[in-house]
T-cell receptor
Framework: GDSVTQMEGPVTLSEEAFLTINCTYT??????LFWYVQYPGEGLQLLLK?????DKGSNKGFEATYRKETTSFHLEKGSVQVSDSAVYFC????????????FGKGTHLIIQP | DAGITQSPRYKITETGRQVTLMCHQT?????MFWYRQDLGHGLRLIYY???????DKGEVPDGYVVSRSKTENFPLTLESATRSQTSVYFC????????????FGSGTQLSVL
């Protein structure tokens, strides 16, 4: 079945550092890939997505590129801020809405001033 | 207000009691989902629904019951709560097209004593 593997953390960085959170997946066919972010006490919200190979999703300074050859969708940001502290989830969808999303276990990111 | 709302926000109950978590969305989305979030497991799908009166099991359905008599509501019932069901529960909704994002509620934190 489908699965998503991501580093769990916590990942602790200083403000303005470069961020990479690795995500790899296993799926049949051509899944859509997502990064969701969860701030403390809140539900998940979509950060970015990519629906086909070589697509780059971007939002709020975050980027991730859909790499089919390495089955990866790593999240990057050039300069993190304290406000980026949150839990980040990589996810995939193999089909339509019926499949929902398969999530990784989440990466807790802590940014220190 | 538009969006997806869950109630209650917090719930404490005792082993063996029946508990119902409510979920309401105003977008007329076809699909609705229930996930539970636990440390070390990320989010796991409990049940989902493709439309009114259509529901199906997810990854961890045992001990839960759902119904969907109206498109906008998708309640989740724990028929006889157990301590292992202590978790944070998230409801989500989406459209039916491939690659559509999920919209999440703010969650219900359930403690079973």
């Amino acid at each position: 079945g489908d699965s998503v593997t991501q580093m769990e953390g916590p990942v602790t960085l200083s403000e303005e550092a470069f961020l990479t959170i690795n995500c790899t997946y296993t799926a049949t066919g051509y899944p859509s890939l997502f990064w969701y972010v969860q701030y403390p006490g809140e539900g998940l919200q979509l950060l970015l997505k990519a629906t086909k190979a070589d697509d780059k999703g971007s939002n709020k300074g975050f980027e991730a590129t859909y790499r089919k050859e390495t089955t990866s969708f790593h999240l990057e940001k050039g300069s993190v801020q304290v406000s980026d502290s949150a839990v980040y989830f990589c996810a995939l969808s193999s089909g339509g809405g019926a499949d929902g999303l398969t999530f990784g276990k989440g990466t807790h990111l802590i940014i220190q001033p | 207000d538009a969006g997806i709302t869950q109630s209650p926000r917090y719930k404490i109950t005792e082993t063996g009691r029946q508990v119902t978590l409510m979920c309401h969305q105003t977008w007329s989305h076809s699909y609705m989902f229930w996930y539970r979030q636990d440390l070390g497991h990320g989010l796991r799908l409990i049940y989902y629904s493709a439309a009114a009166d259509i529901t199906d099991k997810g990854e961890v359905p045992d001990g839960y019951v759902v119904s969907r008599s109206k498109t906008e509501n998708f309640p989740l019932t724990l028929e006889s709560a157990t301590r292992s069901q202590t978790s944070v529960y998230f409801c989500a909704s989406s459209g039916a097209r491939k690659g559509e994002k999920l919209f999440f509620g703010s969650g219900t934190q359930l403690s079973v004593l």
